[in-house]
T-cell receptor, first 114, second 112 residues
């Protein structure tokens, strides 16, 4: 069974640009979570999608947005990039709403903003 | 608000030493508690979990007990191995809103 996949592995952008990160969950998983792992700050919850709808979001500005497609894959968009957006962005999927089951994490996308 | 606090690392131990990584939490209601491990160059993996007070999660020789009275979920292992070197994250899932909150991670280094 294929795990959670994320693309690209690395992404380099300049300040003010937009970044798009992609996530494919494990087959059969309907929930997708996005996290930001900045150096020294642990994981910060960004967004949770389930069945195509945004169910919850963390304390991030509106320039962080995303969507979930009918095949349950997901996209995270970060507009007007700032230097402090540089981080590892992790996607996780879960087979049920609310993550009663465990979350399975992808390897992440390393975003560098210069 | 809800939060997770875990001991800062790095923690450096010799092989076969006893490990404790402290984790305390603040949350309303009845959260579920988790320990995740991140090996070098890999994503996070669930190590163990506990969903109610007094539950003990265990896996791969690691254990943690959900202590509501002390709002703690300390991770322990009786004899660590070099292969246990990784970053360990304590996390909670809030009840009702199902939001995950992670600690900042504790890096463990085990020396042969």
């Amino acid at each position: 069974e294929a795990g959670v996949t994320q693309s690209p592995t690395h992404l380099i952008k300049t300040r003010g640009q937009q970044a798009t990160l992609r996530c494919s969950p494990i087959s059969g998983h309907t929930s997708v979570y996005w996290y930001q792992q900045a150096l020294g700050l642990g994981l910060q919850f960004l967004l949770w999608y389930d069945e195509g709808e945004e169910r919850n979001r963390g304390n991030f500005p509106p320039r962080f947005s995303g969507r979930q497609f009918p095949n349950y894959s997901s996209e995270l968009n970060v507009n007007a990039l700032e230097l402090e957006d540089s981080a590892l962005y992790l996607c996780a999927s879960s087979p049920d709403r609310g993550g009663i089951s465990e979350q399975y994490f992808g390897p992440g996308t390393r975003l560098t903003v210069t | 608000g809800d939060s997770v606090t875990q001991m800062e690392g790095p923690v450096t131990l010799s092989e076969e030493a006893f490990l404790t990584i402290n984790c305390t939490y603040t949350a309303t209601g009845y959260p579920s508690l988790f320990w995740y491990v991140q090996y070098p160059g890999e994503g996070l993996q669930l190590l163990l979990k506990a969903t109610k007070a007094d539950d003990k999660g265990s896996n791969k020789g690691f254990e943690a007990t959900y202590r509501k009275e002390t709002t703690s979920f300390h991770l322990e292992k009786g004899s660590v191995q070099v292969s246990d070197s990784a970053v360990y994250f304590c996390a909670l899932r809030t009840s009702g809103t199902y939001k995950y909150i992670f600690g900042t991670g504790t890096r463990l280094k085990v020396l042969a």
